[in-house]
């Protein structure tokens, strides 16, 4: 990625400099070399010059990635949290990034807003209620409280509005399977036995069975859609899988067929697919931890 200009440089875009973050923390775990933990800072430095709003961070750098998408958000604040693991003061900004966004973002015992406008003074037009931020966001706000109660009432809010909709909730989109599972296993891992947890790893992996399509190994983008399939999506569907501990089989052989599709489109050489690819073979920080 670095010789060709793809990542850590190029182009910013939260969701995939989120992933890259964590990344690059996984491969200092791995290695135990520094020099990834250096790199991880020089992209937060650069992200916060070019996407940092105040409050917030915009959705990208070029001209159609306007607003804030809460979702992008909440990934973010997990790479900042698990790079505070680390190095000191990441786990704070994190926490405050948390208490500056949220009111804008979620109606209590309503939802949450998916994409707001860049300065977060309303809704981006044409943009209701996301389904899966409030599972999203509760996961990552309970790693980053740790017990604390920092974020007591951004938690409560957040449960609240997932105990309203899990048992009518149904996912049928690769990515938001994928992200899905990972939110119910990290949550789980946190704040053990809760229903919605297993019942949504359950009712996701059913989905996931009708969406794998095998010959040639890949999940499709939603149900009907058998022909239809996106390698980036699909390493979020991996990580979901990975964070699940299921179906490891099915993880190997979407890599390897990845590893050879060419879309033909910009997705090629999109930064979104190649670290995406990358933590899909090494989740790394991104699993849920382990021993309560």
Not at 71 to 85: D, F, K, M, P
Not at 179 to 202: C, F, K, Q, Y
Request: proline share 6%.
């Amino acid at each position: 990625m670095r010789s060709e200009g793809i990542w850590p440089w190029g182009m910013r875009y939260l969701w995939t400099d989120g992933f890259g973050v964590v990344l690059l923390v996984s491969l200092a775990e791995i290695t135990g070399e520094d020099a990834y933990l250096d790199l991880a800072e020089e992209v937060v430095t650069e992200v916060d010059l070019v996407l940092g709003r105040r409050p917030g961070y915009r959705i990208g750098e070029a001209p159609d990635r306007d607003g804030q998408y809460f979702h992008y958000l909440s990934v973010w604040e997990y790479a900042l949290g698990v790079l505070g693991s680390h190095r000191p003061g990441y786990t704070e900004k994190a926490l405050r990034l948390v208490t500056e966004v949220h009111p804008h973002f979620v109606v209590p015992g309503v939802g949450v807003y998916w994409k707001m406008l860049e300065d977060l003074s309303g809704p981006y037009p044409g943009f209701g209620l996301g389904g899966l931020d409030p599972y999203q966001g509760l996961a990552v706000y309970r790693y980053l409280d740790a017990g604390t109660g920092v974020l007591s009432r951004e938690i409560g809010e957040m449960a609240d509005l997932v105990e309203r909709s899990w048992r009518e909730m149904i996912v049928t989109q690769d990515l938001g399977l994928g992200m899905m599972l990972w939110s119910a296993a990290l949550s789980d891992a946190l704040v053990p036995g809760e229903e919605w947890t297993g019942a949504h790893i359950r009712r996701g992996l059913t989905v996931l069975d009708r969406m794998w399509i095998d010959p040639p190994g890949y999940f499709c983008r939603q149900p009907e859609l058998p022909r239809t399939r996106f390698a980036f999506t699909n390493y979020g569907v991996a990580l979901g899988l990975e964070s699940v501990h299921a179906h490891p089989e099915r993880v190997a052989a979407l890599i390897a067929y990845f590893d050879t599709y060419r879309s033909g489109d910009h997705y090629d050489r999109e930064a979104i697919t190649h670290v995406m690819g990358c933590v899909a073979r090494l989740p790394g920080s991104f699993l849920p931890p382990t021993g309560g």
